[in-house]
């Protein structure tokens, strides 16, 4: 689940035979396989959830929405290879599927990663335009806009990454079947250092502007409360720094790896460098799956609109439940009592209130 299917025995520096250049594959196994479980058993319901109550939102013209929900299945979808690569990891990095199967979930999982980073980006500059440029983004920030943007993300990261099927498959022994480890191929340091500029850097600096302009004309909102104030400034905060917790390890090696194959000198330093290096570079690799299950309580749990969606549907559900208990103890004690269909009609009037419009701030 790394850079290229398989690691390889040769250094393409001296074309010398490298059979102790073997990668410390049991170290970290642990943390690994618990992080990924931990994510998916957090990100999966979280992002269930919120791929409907962003989709309601999408039905309601908010435009941020479509970024939102397109997120949402973008980490629901990455969340599905997480059990293939735990189950990989435990197993001493023994890829027991074919080689087909080792490339589609690789792609699945990197295209996800980009795009979840690419939507992030298109979030904060959402709620920077309506934010900073309010009466101007009126006639800007349209659902049409937004769902295009979200297609052409799509499409270029997925056709970004077409050459993962085409790169060459084989086993350094027999029996031994990696998937996606580090490897010195020269395309692909290639490959790496595009990933950092255009994956990471770009991002990066796209995140700090956005959210320090949304931060910068809030505080001097004379129209906000405090604690409105308050919850704005650290929602721009947190999406940095998950963003950096996330991504800048993985990347900062990937970055650290393509520079030293390339101007280190000797076969032993650079087989040294990567062997030193592989532990904290899978760890990095699982921490950006974390990104997936936070994103729902950052981001979406933190729009008004969905958090009212959230509350109305769970005082309805609170509602039946206390109406089937009262319910249940009027017939154990043989009393009568109000007809069902009232009950619920009272319910109904009481947790559903007339939709307000778009989340203020943008979001």
Not at 177 to 188: I, M
Request: glycine share 4%; net charge positive.
């Amino acid at each position: 689940m790394h850079d290229q299917l398989v690691t390889g025995t040769v250094s393409p520096l001296t074309n010398e035979s490298l059979p102790s250049c073997e990668p410390p594959y049991d170290n970290g196994r642990l943390p690994l396989v618990l992080l990924y479980s931990i994510v998916l058993v957090i990100g999966f319901p979280a992002n269930l959830l919120t791929v409907y109550l962003t989709w309601l939102q999408v039905r309601r013209k908010n435009v941020l929405g479509i970024y939102l929900w397109s997120l949402s299945v973008c980490d629901l979808t990455y969340l599905f290879t997480l059990p293939l690569w735990a189950y990989y990891v435990s197993h001493n990095h023994q890829w027991p599927w074919s080689s087909t199967v080792c490339k589609l979930t690789g792609y699945i999982f990197f295209n996800n990663m980009y795009i979840s980073i690419f939507l992030l980006c298109c979030v904060s500059c959402d709620r920077y335009v309506a934010v900073v440029y309010t009466v101007e983004s009126r006639g800007l920030r349209r659902q049409r806009i937004a769902v295009l943007i979200a297609l052409c993300i799509v499409l270029l990261v997925a056709i970004g990454h077409i050459p993962v099927f085409t790169m060459r498959e084989g086993n350094a022994t027999e029996g031994d079947r990696r998937c996606f480890e580090p490897s010195q191929d020269s395309v692909v340091i290639g490959f790496n250092y595009s990933r950092f500029v255009v994956g990471f850097l770009i991002p990066l600096l796209l995140l700090l502007v956005t959210n320090h302009g949304i931060m910068s004309n809030v505080r001097r909102s004379t129209g906000l409360r405090r604690e409105q104030k308050a919850r704005v400034c650290w929602l721009a905060v947190a999406v940095v720094v998950l963003f950096l917790i996330c991504f800048a390890p993985y990347h900062v090696i990937l970055l650290a790896r393509a520079v030293m194959v390339n101007f280190h000198q000797t076969t032993d330093g650079t087989c040294h460098f990567m062997t030193t290096l592989y532990t904290p570079y899978t760890i990095s690799l699982g921490l950006s799956t974390v990104n997936s299950a936070i994103n729902p309580i950052l981001y979406v749990l933190s729009s008004d609109n969905i958090r009212k969606e959230l509350s109305r549907g769970l005082a309805q559900v609170c509602n039946r439940a206390q109406l089937r208990s009262r319910y249940d103890n009027s017939q154990n004690k043989i009393q009568p009592t109000k007809n069902s269909s009232e009950v619920n009609a009272a319910a109904e009037t009481e947790t559903n209130k007339d939709h307000q419009g778009p989340d203020r701030l943008g979001f």
